[in-house]
């Protein structure tokens, strides 16, 4: 069987149990691929073929139309996150071979992903979050929606168009409308919970987080008031809407979470996207980890002289 045709066979195995946006992710990175390989027979793709696969995509030439001669073309390798997904692809793809008998033998099984660089922890922190709030406790509407999505961690873009209809006060439960048509439930505590409760008793609208003419306020509508409440308390820090998301992942890591867990609360369909872009400490932070879980008495230990 050739490459093209069994990345047909693949797409339509997801019509209709996958996303539209899920399928189009996979068309897109491994479009490459069938480019190269699509004529060539399953079993004759070698591990050696794959490599040169990654290797191409790793310093793919591009043509800049906006040059002149549109003949300037420069090595410009695609970022290491796009290349790993471009192999996560690639694994699934070949998986989805072995599993149907197209192969014998899998070729992708040692096709190595580039090492994802260790950023920085991208949350807001816990004095900036709390200046957010008492510079927004004025505005019963903007201090519901700031401590809200602190509270549940949910994606602003949950928030945007969210009826009264959605959110079970009694239970304390949101039903957020997310991307890719998701529905996905979040939890609220007691303090959030009651700041809801006294925004909906002033709240004249069937949305919960309207402008003053009733419609509901929109993404950029939103990030404003969380810019405004920053510019009148003086925070200077990481503030945008996605750092509410990682604050809540640090919080119920440091409170003792599973990485499961937090996969659970945050809506996350693979527990390794938790650990690779909330599960992120500072080298001062995994210093303190370490002596805070570690043994803290050894038999025959002295204790440390008193300096002079």
């Known amino acids: 069987m050739k490459l093209a045709k069994a990345f047909e066979y693949f797409v339509t195995s997801k019509v209709g149990a996958d996303k539209p946006a899920t399928i189009s992710w996979y068309k897109r990175r491994l479009k490459s691929l069938v480019g190269l390989y699509g004529e060539t027979d399953l079993a004759d793709i070698m591990p050696e073929d794959l490599d040169s696969w990654r290797a191409k995509l790793a310093q793919r030439q591009v043509c800049y139309e906006n040059h002149p001669s549109r003949r300037s073309v420069e090595n410009h390798g695609l970022s290491v996150y796009t290349l790993h997904a471009h192999i996560r ?38 004095d900036d979050l709390d200046r957010l709030l008492l510079a927004a ?135 390794a996207t938790t650990a690779q872009f909330y599960g992120r400490w500072t080298k001062e932070e995994i210093r303190q980890k370490h002596q805070r879980y570690s043994r803290q008495h050894y038999p025959g230990a002295t204790e440390a002289p008193e300096e002079n």
């Open 89 to 126: 692809a690639c694994k699934t793809f070949f998986g989805f071979c072995m599993q149907r008998g197209y192969l014998k033998n899998n070729p992708a099984v040692e096709l190595k992903r580039p090492q994802l660089p260790k950023e920085p922890p991208k949350h807001i922190t816990d």
């Open 137 to 271: 406790q004025d505005n019963p509407r903007d201090y519901a929606f700031i401590i809200a999505l602190a509270a549940t961690g949910s994606r602003i873009g949950g928030f945007v168009g969210l009826t009264w209809e959605q959110v079970d006060l009694n239970k304390g439960v949101i039903e957020s409308h997310e991307k890719f048509g998701k529905v996905n439930e979040y939890y609220l505590t007691p303090e959030p919970l009651e700041a809801l409760w006294r925004w909906r008793r002033l709240c004249e609208f069937s949305v919960v987080f309207p402008k003053s003419n009733g419609e509901p306020l929109t993404y950029d509508g939103l990030y404003q008031i969380i810019e405004r409440c920053a510019r009148e308390a003086g925070v200077e820090g990481r503030c945008n809407p996605h750092s509410f998301r990682h604050h809540k992942a640090r919080e119920l890591l440091e409170n003792g979470a599973s990485l499961e867990v937090v996969a659970e609360i945050l809506k996350h369909e693979n527990v």
